[in-house]
Structure formats: structure tokens, C-alpha cells
């Protein structure tokens, strides 16, 4: 698949106002970016941590209905997300999002099956700015 970093890990909590204290305040982490996805109806807030970021999104209603607060995906960077998909789906992985969406922060973004990719719902996000 050659990707070449996680880009971020994506936690789901129910309010972004309850959870940036412990980011900021207890874990010492900087905000760098926070936007409302229209196309998801998510606020996502990027959390720098050395090389990687933190996105906690709310509200993702059906994930904090059935499993509560957690983290919901991992995040890898590739350089072409058309590539990775295609190459994916030929390997038999199923596709949430079969074409990139936007995904926020300049990205392109597409979901792997959680049930292909063994319980963790996997994003491919691509920079495009
Ligand atoms: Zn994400």
C-alpha cells in the first residue's frame, strides 16, 4: 500500500468543548486547526502533536451512540488516494467512500471498512493544498 506516515488519529467525543482541556491543558498540546465539515456535519479540531495531529470530532452521533467516546479512526497520508483506493478495492477491501471527499484541513479523505481493516476504520487522506 506504501504509505508513508499517519497523518492523524481521529478521536469521537461528544462535546469538543469538554474534551480541549485535557488536550490542551493536561496534555500541553497546541490546537492548529478547527472546522466545521460541512459534508460531515463534523467540527473537527487538529491537535499538533511532533509530526502527527489528534482530530476530535464531534458530534459523530451513531459511533458515540453505540461505543461512547473512543478513538474512531487512524489516518494514514498517501500521496495519490485514487491510486490507494482503487489499488484497495481491487485487493477485496470494501470502500466507505468509493471517490475522495473533503475531509477538512486541505485533505482529500476516503474510508476503508473497519471490518476489512480489523476493527479500526481506516481514512487514506490526501494533501491537496
Ligand atoms: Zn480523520
Not at 13 to 26: C, N, R
Not at 76 to 81: G, N, R, S
Amino acid at each position: 500500500m506504501n504509505l508513508f506516515q499517519i497523518d492523524h488519529i481521529g478521536i469521537a467525543v461528544p462535546s469538543i468543548e469538554a474534551a480541549l482541556p485535557f488536550y490542551q491543558s493536561t496534555l500541553g498540546l497546541s490546537v492548529i486547526h478547527d472546522e466545521v465539515i460541512q459534508d460531515q456535519q463534523v467540527r473537527a479540531v487538529f491537535i499538533k502533536v511532533g509530526e502527527s495531529t489528534v482530530e476530535p470530532d464531534s458530534p459523530i452521533a451513531i459511533f458515540l451512540q453505540k461505543k461512547g467516546p473512543g478513538m474512531h479512526h487512524i489516518a494514514y497520508a498517501v500521496a495519490d488516494i485514487e491510486q490507494k483506493l482503487a489499488e484497495a478495492k481491487s485487493a477485496g477491501f470494501r470502500l466507505i467512500d468509493e471517490k475522495p471527499r473533503p475531509g477538512g484541513h486541505g485533505k482529500i479523505i476516503a474510508f476503508l471498512h473497519p471490518k476489512d481493516t480489523f476493527g479500526v476504520l481506516t481514512e487514506l487522506c490526501q494533501r491537496i493544498d
